[in-house]
């Protein structure tokens, strides 16, 4: 009975139960473009229909995650495709409160997209803030559930994904001369500033555009856009006439 109810799986060498890291980087890479998919069709067609599967599953998937993961569909479609490499190892107890607190996520997502759907800039900003942590965990196997875990808890977590519990010196390799960290920086400038640039100055042609172009506008700016609109009506019926 006892093992019926454990979480994780008990593997020799190992002081703690632990899980494979790398069923859960497949996974979270599977989810990630689900996500992804879901907010494209909501930007460019202006319909969440998408969205409203992908997070139900979504909801489901991290629930049976916190409760038994051998059991989680995304867990399992990602252990097919890494069934091959040799498993990495971390601690169970951290990676669930992390999916702990996807789940806590998730179950408002899916009332406020499925059962009573009420799209607005904060769930979009929520759904953005999800597909970041996925990508973190699936690109650079960074957990952040996992870090906010080791934060609260007396007792420093072991076996955390990529060893980072462990580590207390970096490699030369790992380290940036000066040159990188300029390098580094002027990359990432130019990707915020060219996101900035892509949303704002991009003509109309998504819903998404139009929405962050209005919230952006000034009173004045607001009052100017709906009498020019209502000009353009006036105009259209005087043609028609």
């Not at 599977?30 to 067609?45: K, Q, R, S, W, Y």
């Not at 599953?57 to 040799?86: C, E, H, M």
């Not at 800039?121 to 759904?127: G, T």
């Not at 970041?132 to 977590?157: D, H, Q």
Request: with cysteine; proline share 4%; hydrophobic share 45%.
């Amino acid at each position: 009975m006892k093992e019926l109810f454990a979480y994780g799986e008990k593997v020799a060498g190992y002081d703690v139960r632990v899980l494979n890291e790398r069923e859960a980087r497949a996974a979270a890479g599977i989810l990630f473009v689900g996500a992804f998919l879901g907010l494209t069709n909501g930007v460019m067609l202006g319909t969440a229909v998408f969205s409203e599967y992908f997070v139900s599953f979504f909801a489901l998937d991290f629930t049976i995650r916190v409760i038994k993961p051998k059991y989680a569909p995304s867990l399992l479609i990602g252990r097919f495709f890494v069934q091959n490499q040799t498993p990495e190892y971390v601690g169970a107890e951290q990676k669930r409160f992390a999916w702990l607190l996807g789940m806590i996520i998730a179950w408002p997502m899916f009332y406020y997209l499925v059962i009573d759907f009420q799209p607005n800039p904060i769930k979009v900003l929520v759904c953005l803030i999800c597909m970041a942590l996925l990508f973190l965990e699936a690109a650079f196997s960074i957990c952040l559930g996992c870090k906010i875990f080791s934060v609260i808890r007396r007792e420093k977590a072991s076996h955390c994904p990529g060893g980072v519990c462990e580590m207390r010196i970096k490699e030369p390799v790992q380290r940036f001369s000066l040159l990188q960290k300029f390098i580094v920086v002027v990359t990432f400038t130019g990707m915020i500033y060219g996101g900035y640039a892509y949303m704002t100055k991009l003509p109309d042609r998504t819903f998404l555009v139009k929405k962050l172009k209005v919230m952006m506008m000034s009173e004045a700016e607001l009052k100017k856009k709906e009498q020019q609109e209502y000009q353009k009506q006036l105009d259209e019926f005087d043609k028609e006439e």
